[in-house]
């Protein structure tokens, strides 16, 4: 599989240490509020992407963090600990807002199709690991102590900025506040690998350590996790865009000064989503949820399949009439899946090639956009409907939206796969005329199908039909 590689900014050929063995790490969420839909784009595209590595037969060991302490409102060490921030809000303790969120987030992921990774791991659960790694960092001389904190000294490494060939200029848009200067820091570019002079008088979390009662700075949790549970050698390491800087950058610093040697040689970011105002954030006030699209009407697997009609390294624009778009497109789909007679067997030689062109887009840098367009190939083939039937199952290992779940029709008579494509037809002329306000047309197709006992339901998921009788 070729996959863009952030260090390199090239497509290239997904190398691990141990042969069909893929160790993969994704930076979970800060768990102080519900998760924005943009934040979860980032999670379906990595779901797809340990779904599209099974599917080629690798072995996927992925692990992932949950943020329940030391993450602050600008990525730079700076501003509020967001924790303790979402603690106030809610008038409840740190821990019982983390698992309140913790929850609430794989609720969501549930909805999305998206596969729990195996291993899920708290940052609290974890402080002596973090000590630990600080203190090697300490003694080779990596790091060092100033006003009570603990710092990583950069000016140690011969390239900080890592990724690409992007300047300190460039890659300072991942800071997404503004910055207040460290006094204690000996370079710019330091960042805190451990607290305890906290200007959060009331901060809760709190850890005895050889340099006095405090917590891990945010960067560090990452690594002691993914050091402790897939290794000395990381094989793809996954996360949002705005992660790079400093985040990642600040991770491969630390994680290769404490091994001394290369840590992790391939890196998946995905790009951000945007709405007309710019990047979609929680740091914006946005209230795009999956509750509330969910509130809207929106079955939530709409949402992913908006994300699979584009590609991961493209910003994506939100919008409702697009999300309304992939409505239609999803009853479409999901109504001809339906359709498909479940009698006979498939025709596993004739299903082959549709399966290598499957492989083909998914093995080209995650190409979702192509690998629906051969499920829709397939589809309108002359392959029999078993086949298909099976087809559409296996692909959907991967997409993961429900094709077989029988969501495209309300009724479980079954219809004949060449007059479901004619009601979808009819369907596609009458949307086209109620958008064009041509209402005579429109109506006279509502009732050109109900006297063939089409009965149609106009939803926020598009057009859902079903035959009477």
């Not at 006094?183 to 570019?189: A, P, S, V």
């Not at 078993?386 to 077989?404: E, I, P, Q, S």
Request: proline share 3%.
């Amino acid at each position: 599989m070729k996959l863009t590689n952030t260090l390199t900014m090239k497509k290239e050929e997904l190398a691990t240490h141990e042969p069909g063995v893929v160790k993969m790490y994704t930076c979970g969420p800060t768990v102080y509020g519900r998760a924005h839909i943009g934040n979860l784009r980032s999670y379906i595209m990595e779901d797809v992407l340990e779904k599209a590595l099974g599917y080629e037969g690798y072995r996927v060991d992925r692990v992932m963090n949950i943020t329940d302490v030391g993450h602050l409102t600008s990525d730079a060490d700076t501003g509020e600990d967001k924790m303790l921030k979402g603690a106030k809000r809610e008038h409840k303790s740190v821990l019982e807002l983390a698992d309140m969120y913790t929850k609430a987030f794989f609720e969501d992921c549930a909805k999305l199709n998206i596969k729990k990774p195996d291993t899920v791991v708290p940052a609290t659960t974890r402080i002596d690991d973090f000590i630990g790694m600080v203190q090697a960092l300490l003694t080779k001389g990596y790091a060092y102590t100033a006003g009570g904190n603990v710092y990583f000294d950069t000016s140690k490494l011969e390239r900080y900025y890592v990724f690409g060939n992007q300047s300190a200029e460039d890659l300072a848009v991942g800071v997404r506040d503004s910055v207040e200067e460290d006094g204690n820091k000996r370079n710019k570019t330091d960042f805190v690998l451990w607290f305890t002079k906290s200007k959060f008088e009331d901060q809760e979390l709190k850890w005895d350590s050889p340099w006095g009662l405090g917590y891990p700075g945010w960067h560090i949790e990452c690594s002691a996790i993914s050091v402790r549970e897939l290794g000395e050698h990381l094989d793809l390491h996954c996360g949002g865009i705005d992660n790079a800087f400093p985040h990642h950058t600040n991770e491969i610093a630390q994680s290769e000064a404490y091994l001394g040697h290369p840590w992790c040689g391939h890196w998946f970011h995905v790009l951000h989503l945007n709405d007309a105002g710019g990047k979609i954030s929680k740091s914006k006030g946005a209230k795009l949820t999956v509750s509330l699209l969910e509130e809207k009407g929106y079955d939530p697997l709409v949402y992913r399949l908006f994300n699979l009609q584009s590609h991961y390294r493209k910003p994506l624009t939100f919008s409702f009439e697009s999300l309304d778009n992939a409505a239609q497109a999803y009853q479409k789909l999901t109504a001809r899946v339906t359709a498909l007679s479940k009698d006979g067997e498939p025709d596993m030689g004739a299903a082959e090639p549709y399966i290598e062109r499957f492989k083909e887009a998914l093995g080209n840098d995650l190409n979702t956009s192509q690998a629906l367009t051969v499920l829709y190939d397939m589809l309108k083939s002359d392959l029999t409907d078993a086949t298909k039937r099976w087809l559409a199952g296996d692909f959907d290992r991967v997409l993961g939206l429900d094709l077989l779940a029988g969501k495209g029709a309300e009724s479980a008579q079954p219809v004949d796969a060449g007059l479901a494509a004619e009601i979808e037809e009819l369907i596609a002329k009458r949307a086209e005329a109620r958008k064009a306000k041509d209402w005579a047309a429109a109506d006279a197709i509502r009732d050109e199908l109900a006297a063939r006992h089409v009965v149609l339901k106009d939803t926020p998921d598009g057009v859902q039909w079903h035959i009477e009788g």
